[in-house]
């Protein structure tokens, strides 16, 4: 079963000053995470960074637009995330070779105990073009998420029989909307899509398999994010680059990949709040299954909006017919663990079904032969 993260505790009046402090706090949590998640490198430098801002060192101010924010705060900023970011936008850019050569690549292993010192002399030199690269949240793509949404979107095929409409709201670059065009290894003995695909998305499959016999046309793509992604914009590719963690080179190599057949396909993804543009965009359409999806992506919204868009959602699915059935499929967390939920709601009728449970990161599946009915 997947891993659980748990929160940091409650200040405890006998526990050492230190332990209360909240960027502290954070920063730890956020190194646990990223270990548990694969990425040794990555806890390494968010330990080290805990271990210097702990001590007043110069990390600190780094984090001085959250001075005086509570643990919770900065976690949901994901402040511990933006500064690694900005330390691998770096080490991308060519900028900082002394760092580069410390950290993790083709052929260099890397490790956070050498990169540290390389760090520090970085955020010296490059001081106001990292504090400038966190004032941005985190936006990042992960293309692998696209097998864990593999199975809903083949469940909509198949209970439906018409082609799709796929619809991503928070898409970042869009690149999830192009899922078909994909190859998929799950597990062992299964695959699906185009042999000669130039992603390849492999995943540890528990459970039955999907529907993959299901005949899949997909006849209408669209998307939208508040501060899309411009995959022509090498700055702006690049800092898709920098938030996948630099040890995991596998992933960055995809996510190259995935970036190239976006470009080459066209893919655009429009600036609009996702509330106003389902509104614009989703109406049921005769003829076609709509499907409105996204992945990661609620938590970051208001309370407001979350009601705002739920609302939208029924409105749609309320006019939604047997010709014309609309869907709504998401890949979200659980509030206090690292797995994420796949679950899927169809119209008419509304019925809703927990489809899956996730890795984060797309790395293994667990789809669910009895899907509750949420």
């Known amino acids: 079963m997947p891993v659980k993260i748990d929160e940091p505790a409650a200040p405890d009046d006998h526990r050492p000053m230190s332990e209360h402090d909240p960027l502290v706090r954070a920063l730890r949590f956020?190194?646990?995470?990223?270990?548990?998640?694969?990425?040794?490198?990555?806890?390494?430098?968010?330990e080290r960074a805990a271990d210097d801002?702990?001590?007043?060192g110069r990390?600190?101010?780094f984090f001085s637009p959250w001075d005086g924010a509570a643990t919770r705060v900065l976690m949901e900023a994901a402040v511990a995330l933006r500064f690694l970011g900005g330390l691998h936008d770096l080490v991308l850019s060519g900028d900082a070779p002394a760092l580069a050569a410390d950290y993790p690549g083709e052929g260099r292993p890397g490790g956070a105990g050498a990169a540290w010192p390389s760090a520090l002399a970085a955020m010296d030199q490059h001081s106001e073009r990292l504090a400038g690269f966190m004032t941005h949240e985190p936006q990042t793509n992960e293309v692998s998420r696209s097998a864990c949404l593999l199975g809903a979107f083949l469940t909509v095929a198949k209970d439906t029989g018409l082609a799709l409409r796929c619809l991503e709201v928070g898409a970042s670059a869009g690149l999830n909307q192009l899922w078909d065009r994909y190859r998929?290894?799950?597990?062992?003995?299964?695959t699906w899509g185009e042999a000669g695909a130039s992603v390849v998305i492999a995943a540890e499959w528990r459970g039955p398999p999907p529907p993959l016999e299901a005949p899949i046309r997909v006849v209408e793509r669209g998307a939208c994010d508040r501060r899309p992604v411009d995959l022509a914009d090498p700055a702006a590719s690049r800092r898709l680059k920098a938030y996948v963690w630099a040890d995991q080179?596998?992933?960055?190599?995809?996510l190259a990949a995935a970036i190239a057949v976006a470009r080459d396909a066209g893919t655009r993804v429009e600036t609009e709040d996702a509330v106003s543009w389902t509104a614009r965009r989703a109406a049921p359409r005769a003829g076609c299954a709509t499907v409105?999806?996204?992945?990661?992506f609620w938590q970051y919204m208001p309370v407001e909006s979350q009601s705002a868009l739920r609302g939208v959602i029924g409105g749609l699915g309320a006019s939604a017919t047997d010709a014309?059935?609309?869907a709504w499929l998401r890949m979200e967390p659980l509030p206090t663990a690292t797995p994420m939920e796949v679950r899927l709601t169809q119209w008419p009728g509304g019925r809703e079904r927990l489809l899956a449970h996730a890795h984060p990161h797309g790395a293994w599946v667990e789809w669910l032969s009895r899907p509750d009915s949420g």
Do not use: K, Q
């Open 59 to 61: 990390t600190r101010n």
């Open 292 to 296: 409105l999806f996204h992945s990661v």
């Open 30 to 46: 956020h190194a646990a995470a990223c270990r548990a998640l694969g990425s040794d490198f990555s806890g390494g430098m968010l």
């Open 53 to 56: 801002a702990e001590a007043g």
């Open 184 to 190: 998929y290894r799950l597990g062992e003995t299964m």
């Open 324 to 326: 014309a059935p609309v």
């Open 249 to 254: 080179i596998e992933r960055l190599d995809r």
